[in-house]
């Protein structure tokens, strides 16, 4: 079965930039999202098809893709960035999530 | 305002059924294609399946393919879970999600609810 990498934990410093990455076979033909998901509450749609930003998510949110290796980054890291975040791809005929990186935010 | 409210979760044994249903409000349902994701009790997310905005496509997780079965009522704005030969290992809070296209293989889950509870033993 299809399978996305994540590291499981990243630690940054408010103001500066974190970096999340994801990684998988043939990653680079596929859709792939980012979600955002804080502890006791629903997750939140950051960026869809690779790079796009749905309307109210901050611009400090971004999304590329080089080769097979996905990655969202966050400028300006704000403390209620800290929660975990998750990848997620469509392969054949299931969608799969990363393991998920918890983000830490010291 | 988009709202997603789940209800149908509880205790359940091994073995027996549950329907979830997700009632849609805020936005035209029959526009997008709507989503069912869990997390387990100290795990990360797992998407479980999809349906497009008319039915025509549904998909499954290979962990619940045969035993849970998707569907929608467009009329009554409402997403449903049909959960058959429950196991242990489905014991989750279980998210219902809109999804930002028609076609499902295409965006993401761009609201969510705020999951209901299931839990079989």
């Known amino acids: 079965s299809y399978e996305l990498t994540q590291s499981p934990s990243v630690s940054v410093s408010p103001g500066q930039t974190a970096s999340i990455a994801c990684s998988g076979p043939?990653?680079?033909?596929?859709?792939i999202s980012w979600y955002q998901h804080r502890a006791g509450q629903s997750p939140v749609l950051l960026i869809y098809?690779?790079?796009k930003r749905p309307s109210g998510v901050p611009e400090r949110f971004s999304g590329a893709l080089s080769g097979n290796t996905a990655t969202l980054t966050i400028s300006g890291t704000q403390p209620l960035d800290d929660g975990d975040y998750y990848c997620?791809?469509?392969?054949?005929?299931?969608?799969?999530f990363g393991s998920g990186t918890r983000l830490t935010v010291l | 305002e988009v709202q997603l409210v789940e209800s149908g979760g509880g205790l359940i044994q091994p073995g027996r059924s549950l329907r979830l249903s997700c009632a849609a409000s805020?936005?035209?349902?029959?526009?997008?294609?709507m989503h069912w994701v869990r997390q387990a009790p100290g795990k990360g997310l797992e998407w479980v399946s999809a349906?497009?905005?008319?039915?025509?496509?549904?998909d499954y997780a290979d962990s619940v393919k045969g035993r849970f079965t998707i569907s929608r009522d467009n009329a009554k704005n409402s997403l449903f879970l049909q959960m058959n030969s429950l196991r242990v290992d489905d014991t989750a809070l279980y998210f219902c999600?809109?999804?930002?296209?028609?076609?499902?293989?295409?965006?993401?889950?761009?609201?969510w609810g705020q999951g209901i509870p299931v839990t079989v033993s």
């Open positions: 999600a809109k999804d930002n296209f028609a076609d499902y293989r295409l965006g993401g889950a761009d609201f």
């Open positions: 805020g936005f035209t349902f029959d526009d997008f294609a």
């Open positions: 349906i497009n905005y008319n039915s025509g496509s549904v």
């Open positions: 043939y990653l680079g033909d596929k859709y």
């Open positions: 098809q690779r790079d």
């Open positions: 997620q791809a469509w392969d054949t005929n299931s969608y799969v």
